[in-house]
């Protein structure tokens, strides 16, 4: 047997802050932090090292991998302690973390992954270039896809303060769907294209 080098790359960016249901249902961050902590548990309960990387527009926190068993307590601290905010910028943030990644290991990647599709595939190509096995968990709130609003709705930016609109969900929904599908069908192929794993993982449903 070899061991695993590991490591979590968790999208701390405002979108990640989203939890539809009138905010019933679990958030996204809360979605994302648990489930790389159960990553983590069960890869070092294997001896393998896990590391963590928090970001939004740039690098937060870089935890390099380890796998002495009180490692998780580690990365278990530096997620509790990130909280969502900030712009999205993957493709530039996973270009500056590529040369940090020395050895071939896997990344996992936690992210709604709301970017410039053709930008973020160019930079999961990049990790893939230097040998690296890449997943990414593709976090979605229901309501993200299936835009259940009917009445005059104030949609508010999570990213950028202040920006807000007051719109009949009516005469968006058609077009949302459509730019939505076509968002997710990009990702799906450029990710099959790069032979990087896309999993999709809604909120409501469990982590395993």
């Not at 601290?77 to 020395?102: C, I, K, W, Y």
Request: contains cysteine.
């Amino acid at each position: 047997e070899t061991n695993l080098r590991c490591t979590i790359l968790l999208d701390c960016s405002g979108s990640m802050s989203y939890a539809g249901g009138d905010g019933r249902r679990c958030s996204k961050p809360h979605y994302a932090t648990r489930l790389a902590a159960c990553l983590s548990y069960l890869m070092l309960q294997q001896q393998d090292s896990v590391g963590l990387v928090t970001f939004d527009r740039k690098l937060r926190r870089y935890i390099p991998p380890r796998s002495r068993p009180g490692h998780l307590r580690v990365l278990i601290n530096e997620m509790e302690n990130a909280r969502p905010g900030g712009e999205t910028e993957l493709s530039r943030v996973f270009h500056d973390l590529a040369p940090r990644f020395q050895r071939r290991g896997l990344l996992v990647i936690l992210s709604d992954c709301f970017d410039d599709v053709t930008s973020l595939l160019r930079s999961l190509a990049h990790f893939r270039h230097a040998r690296h096995e890449v997943i990414v968990f593709q976090l979605w709130d229901q309501d993200e896809l299936e835009f259940p609003f009917k009445q005059w709705t104030r949609f508010e930016s999570l990213e950028s303060e202040g920006v807000n609109h007051l719109v009949d969900p009516a005469l968006l929904r058609t077009a949302y769907l459509d730019n939505l599908e076509k968002f997710r069908s990009e990702l799906k192929q450029g990710c099959h294209r790069h032979r990087v794993e896309l999993a999709p993982m809604m909120t409501h449903e469990p982590y395993a």
